[in-house]
């Protein structure tokens, strides 16, 4: 079965720095695109980042500057690294695998001074 486990938020400051993780199992990883999500406080779920087999990479424009997605096919795990953390960061993180609508629990983050 798919088992996607999210972690790596956590607490910070803004201007900080988190590198979340998606650890994942029962599926072909190295063949298959990955995607982040999240979700604020009171808001939907929202798509900020995708990373393919092929290593193409697309982000939401407004968080571009900032986030990196990379992935680890050995490890089966994907990463969203985070700069330079705002407040409106402030969410809980998925993974997904592409095609599939199926979600782990999520990492929080939260970014507050």
């Known amino acids: 079965q798919v088992q996607l486990a999210e972690s790596g938020g956590g607490l910070v400051q803004p201007g900080g720095s988190l590198r979340l993780s998606c650890a994942t199992s029962?599926?072909?990883?190295?063949?298959?695109?990955m995607a982040w999500y999240r979700q604020g406080p009171g808001k939907g779920r929202e798509w900020v980042g995708y990373?393919?087999?092929?290593?193409?990479?697309n982000y939401l424009d407004s968080v571009a500057d900032r986030f990196i997605i990379s992935r680890d096919n050995t490890l089966k795990t994907v990463y969203l690294q985070i700069n330079h953390l705002i407040p409106e960061d402030t969410a809980v993180y998925f993974c997904?695998?592409?095609?599939?609508?199926?979600w782990g629990q999520g990492t929080q983050v939260t970014v507050s001074s």
């Open positions: 997904k695998r592409v095609g599939v609508d199926i």
């Open positions: 029962g599926f072909d990883f190295a063949n298959t695109g």
């Open positions: 990373i393919g087999s092929d290593g193409h990479i």
